[in-house]
Each structure stands twice: as structure tokens, then as C-alpha cells.
């Protein structure tokens, strides 16, 4: 790398950082989550603000090609790893355990009718979806369905902390049926993606989804096994807490280079290591809020604003497409995971709770459309579309959580006061 091509890396760095925390912490002020700040961050820096108003000074802060975009896409690929690793951290597994019925008939649901929109549309409104749909009809809808069905866990859990539902039955619910739908839904992304690998695209889909879980079994059993001696040697044997996390960092990166070896992609290594580590670790463990912190303070940023670089959102925003996307999420999930919510028990004012909380897709879909986008499997126009759908799902998911769980309590304290006011008139 040349010194000025130094230069210019650091400067790229540099700026990515600083629109990243000025937005970021906007955004904590409107009490929205950090992320969204730097995803619009990433859209002011990127062709849809900077590119149109100084085209020239953009090109030259942000070329297409030469040695400095080799090393700020690098470092953006490790933060998507360690972003990925933080949210694993987030799935706790004895949630699938609590709740058994209405966790199932919330998730499954909940995953089924919002693939089953996305994939019918393609495979029936390929006009809607572009040229894509013609030329990789199957692995587009595919996509297009897990892209529909996945929900964003750690928006999620953030939207029912910050309402203190998270202990509740309906939080917990929620939780768990979201921890459901990552699971599945990454797991099926591994299997569009390794499609795309050299050499496995003429591979089984049975073996594709063989490999897909036994690699998620196989790091799953391991974290049971050794996560915990992996933690305490960490704590005691080293530097702490900077052993423990050159520890994780050596466990991540060498985890995601297993994945692609074997024709995975990278981030469902990173997010599986999350997962597995993640049940050694509680809730309030310092180890957890210095990975946390590790993970979310430095890559995470650069890699949202990245997000905002890519393309130009308002010359491939094509209003009806994104209303119909949207409209297809939000029917499909609120649909599905309410109506499960319902058929396991719950009054209809819990179910629409329960469906608009796992209605969140925020980051995790941001890194779905990216990733699809970098591998050219889905065009511009449909990314803007579903990074703009996450981010309207996302803001209407905690307000309309709040108002429908504000009036379930004003209802059953109405309830409560004319019997209490009848007993006291009989005794």
C-alpha cells in the first residue's frame, strides 16, 4: 500500500467513525437503537447525500478501486463477523425450553407465512422482483422468503428491556420464537449462499443442509463442552479481561475461516461461536459486557455506515416496490407469529403484541441485503428496499409494543376496580 493510499484509509476510517458516533448517539437521543444512526450516517456519506452534492470530492474520499478499499472492506468484513458474534451472544437457548407450545406455534408460524409471501411472490410476480427473479428464480426466492421470516434478536431484546418486558411470559415468548426464526433463518441463508461458493453449486440440496447443521451441531456441542473451561482459563490463566478477548478474537476468526473452507459463509461461523459461548456466559457477566463492548464499538460502526455506501437510496427508491415489500413483511410476520400467539393460547391484544415485537428485522436484515447485494444475487433497487423496510419495521416495533401492552393493563385494571368496589359493598 502506497503512503498515500495510507493516507486516504486512514481518512476513510476516520470520517466512517466520526458520522457514525454523530449520528448514533442522534439517534440514542430520538430513543432509537444506535444502528439506524449509522446506517443514515452511511447514506449521507454515501451517493444518495455526499455523491450528489460534491460528486468529485466523494469519488476522491471514497474510490471504487485501489489499494485503500482492499483495506476498509477487510476491516468492515471483521467488524460484520464481530457484529455477528454479538448477536449469537444474544440467542439464549433455555428460552425454546420455556413455554414449549406457544414458543413453537409463534415461531414456526412465525417463520412459515412470511417465507411463504416472499417466496410466492417471486416464483408468481417475477415482474415485481426484476431480472434477477428470471435469471436465479429459485435462489432468489429463496432469499426474498428469509429475508421476509428472519427477525433482528438483538433490537428485539433491546425493545423489551427498555419496556421491561423481557422477563415477562409475552417477552420471554418473543424471545424465544425470535431465537427460533435466527436460527432457521440463518441456517437456510448458509444454504442460498453456498450456492454461490466455486464448486458447490451443483451440490445436493440435502447435503447442503447436512453440512449446514451439522456445523451448527458439531460448534454447538463444543461450546457445551469446553466453553466454560475456555471462559474460566481465560478469566484466571490470563491478562484480564484483554486475554479474554484475544481469546474470543482468535475463536471468531478462526471459526469464520472453517466456514468458508467449507463452503459456508464466514458470518454463520461467527454468529454460531456467539450462540455457543453465549449459554456459558450470564446475563450479567462483566466477561459478556466487555465483549459486548469489544464487538459494538469500533467494527460495528464502520460496518453499518458501509451499509449506507452502497448504494444511492433515492435513485433506486421505487416507492411501490418498497411499499409492497414492506406490506408483505409486515402482514406476513405480524400475521403469522400473532396468529400463533393466538392459537396457543393468547387473547388477541397479546398475539398482535407478540407479532409486532418479532416484526423488528433492524440489523440482521441490513446484513442479509448487504451480503445478498455483495454476491449480486439481489440488484440495488431490491436492496434499498429491504434496508428501508428494516428500518421502518424496527422503529414502529417498540411504540406500537408499548401502546398495545399500555392499553392490555389500563384494560385489566379497569377490570379489577368495579369487582374490588362490589366485594367491599357486600362485606
Known amino acids: 500500500m502506497k503512503h498515500y493510499d495510507v493516507i486516504l484509509f486512514f481518512l476513510q476510517v476516520g470520517v466512517m467513525l466520526a458520522v457514525a458516533l454523530v449520528c448514533g448517539q442522534v439517534m440514542r437521543k430520538l430513543r432509537q437503537p ?39 472492506e477487510a476491516v468492515i468484513k471483521i ?41 410466492g411472490s417471486v416464483l408468481y410476480l417475477p415482474a415485481l422482483w426484476g431480472l434477477q427473479a428470471h435469471n436465479q428464480a429459485l435462489l432468489l426466492a429463496l432469499f426474498v422468503g428469509v429475508a421476509l421470516s428472519i427477525s433482528a434478536l438483538p433490537v428485539i431484546a433491546r425493545i423489551l428491556m427498555d419496556l421491561v418486558l423481557i422477563k415477562e411470559e409475552m417477552g420471554v415468548i418473543v424471545l424465544a420464537a425470535a431465537t427460533m426464526d435466527d436460527l432457521i433463518g440463518w441456517s437456510l441463508f448458509a444454504l442460498v449462499l453456498n450456492a454461490f461458493v466455486p464448486g458447490n453449486a451443483d451440490s445436493s440440496l440435502w447435503g447442503t443442509l447436512g453440512l449446514v447443521v451439522g456445523f451448527a451441531a458439531l460448534l454447538l456441542s463444543l461450546g457445551r463442552l469446553l466453553g466454560q ?3 474460566q482459563w481465560s478469566q484466571f490463566g490470563l491478562a484480564w479481561p484483554s486475554g479474554l478477548i484475544g481469546v474470543i478474537a482468535v475463536l471468531v476468526l478462526a471459526v469464520a475461516a ?17 450462540v455457543a459461548l453465549g449459554q456459558r456466559l450470564e446475563e450479567d457477566n462483566y466477561a459478556s459486557r466487555v465483549i459486548h463492548q469489544f464487538a459494538l464499538s469500533f467494527f460495528t460502526p464502520l460496518y453499518f455506515v458501509s451499509i449506507g455506501l452502497k448504494a444511492d437510496f433515492v435513485v433506486h427508491f421505487d ?17 403469522g407469529a400473532g396468529l400463533g400467539a393466538w392459537l396457543s393460547g393468547m387473547t388477541l391484544r397479546e398475539a398482535l403484541a407478540v407479532g409486532f415485537g418479532m416484526n423488528a428485522r433492524g440489523a440482521m436484515e441490513m446484513i442479509l441485503a448487504s451480503i445478498a447485494l455483495e454476491y449480486r444475487l439481489i440488484d440495488q433497487r431490491i436492496f434499498v428496499a429491504l434496508i428501508t423496510m428494516a428500518l421502518v419495521t424496527s422503529i414502529l416495533s417498540g411504540p406500537m409494543l408499548q401502546r398495545l401492552m399500555q392499553k392490555k393493563t389500563a384494560s385489566s385494571l379497569a377490570q379489577r376496580v368495579p369487582m374490588s368496589q362490589g366485594s367491599g359493598k357486600g362485606v
Open 34 to 72: 444506535m444502528v439506524f444512526g449509522e446506517l443514515l450516517g452511511g447514506i449521507v456519506l454515501g451517493p444518495t447525500v455526499f455523491g450528489a452534492l460534491a460528486p468529485h470530492a466523494h469519488v476522491w474520499l471514497f474510490p471504487t478501486a485501489g489499494a485503500s478499499i482492499i483495506g476498509r
Open 79 to 119: 467488524g460484520l463477523l464481530f457484529f455477528m458474534f454479538a448477536a449469537g451472544l444474544e440467542v439464549n437457548l433455555r428460552y425454546l425450553r420455556q413455554r414449549a407450545l406457544s414458543v413453537a406455534c409463534t415461531g414456526i408460524l412465525g417463520i412459515v407465512v412470511p417465507f411463504g409471501l416472499g417466496f
Open 229 to 231: 473451561p475456555i471462559l
Open 319 to 335: 416507492v411501490l416496490f418498497v411499499l409492497v415489500v414492506l406490506c408483505m413483511a409486515c402482514v406476513g410476520k405480524i400475521g
Open 258 to 274: 472453517l466456514a468458508e473452507a467449507i463452503g459456508l459463509h464466514a458470518v454463520f461461523g461467527a454468529f454460531l461461536v456467539g
